[in-house]
């Protein structure tokens, strides 16, 4: 029996992606700025993903994981926008099916990050992530890499 | 006519104090802890003061001054206070009637702050302020300086 991950721990894999596969869904803008960084990784952003506006606290990763999500109202968000200049993210969400129910999600970067592409796929458990097989239009594997997590492109920008 | 500070400038002046003045009133606990703060002095905190709690994200000092707060639950309060280890405040509030309707605000901090006492007068206009004469009890005016602020004292402590 496969087993299941500790309760708040998510089991993804992240790669790089050189040509954008056919037949793509028409994506969802997402942009999200990041108000502030703690030293010990404690994050605070705001998001739109299409509609919807949040703020959202994450813990660091050596932290019992928290996440808390606040709706906030178009006002808010556009006053909280302008505090994370220099520290943003714009891209186009893609969600694409792959074999065993699995499915990855495509980011498309604009802006600053013009021509970055990655996909991440979640696994239901760690035996699932060791089996999958990379379907062709995945890249360079960069799983763990710290320079394409999302703090780090929004605070330093594209890996060179 | 005395001139009115631009909209969203606070005119204050900050002293130490060395000794408690006599009839204080009893004071109301606050709690603050920093989620994160960025570069640029961004900051997000978390703060308990009396029943209320409160997640408030203000802008750094070279920015237009943005200050918005979003009532939280006790819950959600727990929750993002265990994310603020080792960027905390704990003092007593206390409110000392002046002359000319004015009002100190006396911080008693307790914890890591333990002794340090501090007293900021807020005034209606810049000439309020430069013709404000201390009363004795108030000590040396720390107006300015950087190591007395919220966000210096909770990350660095008490200064030496």
């Known amino acids: 029996m496969a087993s299941a991950p500790p ?8 790669f790089l992606v050189e040509r954008v596969p056919e037949g793509l869904d028409a994506g969802e803008p997402i942009h999200q700025g990041y108000l502030a960084i703690a030293d010990d990784g404690v994050e605070v952003r705001v998001r739109r ?8 606290v994450k813990s660091g990763p050596a932290m019992v994981r928290t996440e808390e999500e606040f709706a906030i109202d178009e006002r808010r968000f556009e006053a909280l926008w302008e505090l994370t200049n220099g520290r943003r993210l714009s891209k186009t969400r893609h969600l694409i099916p792959l074999d065993d129910g699995l ?34 239009w995945l890249g360079r594997e960069v799983t763990g890499d710290k320079r394409f997590a999302a703090q780090a492109l929004a605070l330093h920008g594209r890996p060179g």
């Open 49 to 56: 993903r299409g509609e919807a506006t949040v703020l959202t």
């Open 103 to 136: 499915t990855a999600e495509l980011d498309v970067y604009a802006g600053a990050h013009e021509g970055l592409l990655t996909a991440e796929i979640e696994f239901p458990s760690l035996e699932a992530s060791e089996a999958f097989t990379p379907p062709a």
């Open 7 to 14: 309760t708040g721990i998510e089991i993804e894999r992240k």
